[in-house]
């Protein structure tokens, strides 16, 4: 590990350099690691290397220059130390080697090895020798060849040059007399050569464009500053004529007032400034963020007096702001939409909206009628507003695909059976509102049975409220529009509010002809509930972005994310601030980079002609979410400084036209869409198809399920109480054998892919062709994990709520039974004992038949004084807290034997009681009390054994009688059972009877010591 730490820390250079040598030595001066290099010229090539000490490889005269130096290392950690030392080379010779020794330290900056990088310092000697080169070149070299992680070079000079001649006299010097003398094979491969030899010995001149003035600046910059320069920037060509952009470092090596060489390093950066002039020659300007929003923006007063327009109506509408400034903004509506505007704009301005939008047609500037999505914000009280702002755009697009998707839908009326597994509400009706269908959901939802629903009036059978609508205006808008869509709600079958987002269409058959109603709703009462709830504490937005219904994201000039409009949360999932720093390619979908990638550069160049593009962009779900996007530069505004990206979700409209383009494959596209996981199988109950949902659910791939059947043992099935469940009882197999649907299972399955076990509501529906043969097999199925969780977690609220009232119950009992105690004791046994000694005085004076009555009164009251106090120390202890629970029970044993003829014995040699509190103890009590007065009433027995044991985990009660016996299974348990089970339940014990007749009677109880201990 000492070496791997060490030498996987140099550079590959010194690795792998035949002019430097590398070695580590420990502590102890024996070699850990010599570089090849090393090895190669000191023929240290055999196994017995490693071990040997190093200075048996230095001349005897340079022993002691060799053990100084380390010695300094060791005592100046991480300074290196440079010493010329001779080395033994073949047949008695040497060569001089200049070392730079260094000492390597730990996590505690201690001392673990001795690292050197030498350099051969001159030939081959036999005797005294000198060096030729340096400790400062050395030092140079190595330096130069450490930083060599990008482009490294060398040039030389013929002739070195006075430093302190004019910067214009020495780079005229160093162009005439400079070449390259080394370089590394970055350098070469930046200038479009091959390796690094095929640039040796290149001019100067010939590698730096001297006609470039900025070049010849900044050589004049380095010379000025001492001959070092770093992180300056120069322009080049390759070999090929190609212009190259590098970032560049450079140390001039000054000797004796003379300029000799000049070391560099250089980063190419080409890509980066191609990319940047790219950006640069793209940008376009816009004055603001609503100037170019995909929304049509207006400014209103109450009275719905437009004050500003958006440039961005034009394209809606084909008016410029100009000529909608000062008109009224119901002007623009349709006549039979002007009553639902005014109503919403009324709803607004006095802050109760009760929708979020709505779907009229707004008047263009050609006479044609336009669909539009309307929204409306009421930013009057905000300062930098003070108006109604409505927010619109144009939904003919969504509006005809969704027509086209509704007149598609009637091909494909044979898929009854999807139906009733998919989580929308489907409903239809014929012209006159009597019901033709009722699926599985609506069932759910309402009580109401298919079969009682088919051939009802729907208004009759199911009272909706399609507030602010009534039902005779949503049929006639569906009538006159073809579609209705809103929200509605009626009476669930729990009696509770349903509400569902709903729309209502006309159905046609093949001819076109117009049959009934279709309505698709999908059930958003928990989604309704818990936003209401935050609507009553929730503040208006501060400014206009607030409440677009565009997506809004700000980037810097690097497209990294500076600012995030909240709307981002509601379309993408994740927090703006989570947002912040992100590139905002990270979120585009790898497809569709290359258009997004190219859109970005149209925006930037100001030559962008489209208006937006649709790509997908990356929930916070990890889902991907289809978005029309559109970007406008805005880095030359000092207020934004910045390009603006606009982003809409277009996920439904995108769905809506994939389904249309795939009408004819509408069987698969709606398994693949439902939010339900499905799975069909065919006749062999093997899996053909496997929507989205399910991989989602099951945490598999595609290829992972598909062709498997329902008998996998990877799924590790179960029943809800842990049982195996075999395969021959899953829903899909007992489907297919009985040709009839299977509902509501319960099944547990294990997902590799997260190590944990999911819980699924499981649906199977067989399909059967026209001979009654089996096609498919549909299973659908929901995730109730999260269900069964807040399930469980009930329960066992449930059962520590009873614990706690049986604790009380008990602890009232016991607080009675000990006023009862005291009372029979220090009150009606004080009453009786004074009786007593009245009876007493009274026999002294009496004779013959009065002296008998009060003998036999005397003893009959003697017999109830003893009785009351044992009475008394059953219901209250009396030794439990002074002398323990052992004792306690030993007592009880002792007062039994007094009065019974029957053997008791208490063992108690493994119990320790200290360490039990004393609610514990008396719970004990109680059961060994309660238990022994059954035996006396009931089992006849001769002999009672009770044993108390105790470990580190348990307590262990046992009351054993060899009485009478009976049968557990027949006899019904009593008061004093429930009791004991009761007490022990407390402290999570359990009760255990073992008898038989004739066999006497065995009660255990086992306390768990882990409750206590937590």
Not at 165 to 171: G, H, M, R, T, V
Not at 314 to 326: A, D, M, N, Q, R
Not at 665 to 676: T, W
Not at 927 to 936: C, G
């Amino acid at each position: 590990m000492l070496i791997s730490s060490h030498v996987q820390g140099l550079s590959g250079y010194f690795r792998q350099s035949n002019i430097f040598y590398y070695t580590l030595v420990d502590l102890q001066g024996c070699y850990l690691y010599a570089n090849p290099g090393f090895q190669k010229m000191f023929h240290h090539d055999s196994s017995e290397f490693y071990g040997s000490l190093a200075a048996d490889d230095i001349i005897q005269a340079d022993i002691a220059k060799y053990k100084a130096t380390i010695q300094q290392c060791l005592q100046n950690p991480g300074t290196p130390v440079c010493a010329d030392l001779c080395m033994k080379w073949q047949q008695g010779s040497s060569k001089a080697i200049r070392w730079e020794f260094s000492a390597c330290v730990n996590e505690e900056w201690r001392p673990e090895c001795i690292q050197a990088i030498g350099v051969i310092a001159g030939g081959m000697i036999n005797g005294p020798y000198e060096l030729n080169k340096s400790t400062a070149e050395l030092m140079e070299r190595y330096k130069a060849y450490e930083q060599g992680v990008e482009g490294l070079w060398m040039f030389e000079l013929k002739t070195p040059v006075s430093a302190t001649a004019l910067p214009e006299e020495i780079i005229a010097h160093c162009r005439k007399n400079g070449y390259l003398t080394e370089c590394n094979d970055n350098m070469a491969r930046m200038y479009g050569f091959g390796s690094a030899e095929e640039m040796i010995g290149i001019s100067l001149d010939g590698m730096i464009n001297f006609d470039d003035p900025a070049r010849v600046e900044y050589l004049r910059t380095c010379i000025q500053n001492r001959f070092k320069c770093r992180d300056m920037e120069t322009k080049a060509f390759d070999q090929s004529g190609r212009t190259l952009y590098f970032l560049n470092n450079m140390t001039g090596i000054v000797e004796n007032g003379m300029l000799k060489r000049v070391w560099g390093t250089q980063q190419d950066i080409t890509k980066q400034r191609e990319a940047e002039q790219q950006l640069q020659q793209s940008e376009l300007f816009y004055r603001n963020l609503i100037a170019d929003s995909l929304d049509g923006v207006l400014l209103t007063d109450i009275n719905g007096l437009i004050h500003f327009a958006s440039t961005s109506i034009t394209k809606i509408l084909g008016y410029s702001p100009e000529e909608t400034v000062g008109k009224n903004v119901f002007d623009f509506s349709h006549p039979d939409d002007r009553k639902i505007a005014m109503a919403t704009f009324e709803d607004e301005v006095k802050e109760q909206p009760r929708v979020k939008f709505i779907n009229i047609r707004l008047l263009k500037k050609d006479g044609e009628w336009v669909w539009c999505i309307v929204r409306g914000h009421n930013m009057l009280a905000n300062p930098y507003v003070g108006r109604v702002v409505v927010y619109f755009y144009d939904d003919t697009l969504r509006k005809r695909s969704e027509q086209a998707l509704i007149d598609s839908e009637k091909r494909f009326r044979a898929q009854a059976t999807i139906l009733h597994n998919v989580t929308d509400v489907i409903v239809t009706t014929d012209i006159n509102g009597i019901v033709t269908s009722w699926n599985k959901v609506i069932e759910k939802l309402t009580g109401i049975t298919e079969e009682k629903a088919i051939g009802k009036m729907f208004r009759d059978l199911l009272p909706t409220n399609f507030s602010p609508f009534t039902h005779e205006q949503v049929t006639e808008i569906v009538f006159e529009q073809g579609i209705w869509r809103g929200e509605i709600c009626f009476p669930g079958s729990n009696g509770e509010k349903k509400y569902l987002l709903h729309t209502v269409s006309l159905l046609y058959d093949e001819e076109g002809k117009n049959i009934g109603l279709l309505g698709v709703g999908k059930d958003i009462t928990h989604r309704k509930e818990a936003k209401e709830k935050l609507q009553e504490s929730e503040l208006f937005y501060r400014n206009l972005i607030s409440y677009s219904l565009d997506g809004i994201i700000m980037t810097n000039k690097q497209g990294r994310i500076i600012y995030c409009g909240p709307s981002v949360r509601e379309l993408s999932g994740y927090e703006p601030a989570d947002l912040l720093g992100h590139h905002f390619f990270e979120f585009v979908h790898t497809d569709d980079r290359v258009v997004a990638l190219e859109m970005s550069a149209l925006v930037i160049d100001k030559k962008s002609s489209a208006d937006y593009v649709l790509i997908r962009l990356k929930h916070n779900n990890g889902n991907w979410t289809w978005c029309r996007v559109r970007g406008h530069n805005l880095l030359d505004n000092p207020v934004f400084n910045s390009v603006v990206i606009y982003f809409t979700n277009e996920t439904k409209r995108k769905e809506t036209e994939d389904k249309l383009r795939e009408s004819e494959k509408k069987f698969r596209s709606l398994i693949y869409n439902i939010a339900q996981g499905v799975v069909v199988t065919n006749e062999k109950k093997e899996v053909i198809i496997v929507n989205r949902a399910a991989l989602d659910i099951l945490s598999v791939k595609e290829e992972e399920v598909l062709g498997t059947t329902s008998s996998d043992s990877r799924w590790n099935a179960i029943h809800e109480d842990g049982r195996d469940f075999p395969p021959e009882t899953h829903p899909i197999v007992v489907a297919a054998k009985s040709r009839k649907p299977v509902r509501d299972i319960v099944m547990g399955v294990y997902r590799h892919a997260w190590k944990d076990r999911m819980w699924l509501i499981v649906n199977a529906e067989p399909v059967l062709d026209n001979n009654a043969a089996l096609t498919n097999v549909i299973c659908s199925f929901t995730d109730i994990t999260e269900r069964k969780r807040l399930s469980k977690e009930l329960v066992e609220q449930e059962v520590q709520k009873q614990k706690l009232i049986t604790q009380a119950t008990i602890d009232g009992q016991e607080k009675e039974r000990e006023e009862i105690g005291k009372e029979l004791h220090d009150n009606i046994n004080q009453h009786l004992t004074t009786t007593r000694l009245y009876l007493e005085v009274a026999r002294e004076k009496a004779s013959g038949e009065v002296l008998e009555m009060i003998n036999l009164s005397h003893k009959n009251l003697v017999s109830i004084v003893h009785e009351i106090r044992n009475l008394s120390q059953s219901l209250v202890p009396p030794t439990m807290g002074d002398i323990g629970l052992i004792e306690s029970v030993q007592d009880l044993c002792d007062s039994l034997k007094r009065v019974h003829p029957f053997h008791i014995e208490l063992q108690y040699q493994h119990f320790h009681e200290e360490a039990l509190p004393g609610n514990m103890k008396l719970m004990l009590f109680r059961i060994i009390q309660e238990q022994v007065n059954n035996i006396l009433r009931h089992a006849n027995a001769n002999a009672i054994l009770i044993r108390l044991q105790s470990d580190a985990e348990y307590i262990i009660l046992t009351i054993a009688d060899d009485g009478k016996g009976f049968d557990p299974g027949s006899n019904k348990k009593g008061v004093g059972f429930s009791n004991m089970v009761n007490r022990a339940s407390l402290f999570n014990g359990k009760v255990e009877i073992i008898a038989g007749p004739g066999k006497g009677c065995t009660v255990s109880v086992v306390i768990p010591l882990v409750l206590e201990k937590r």
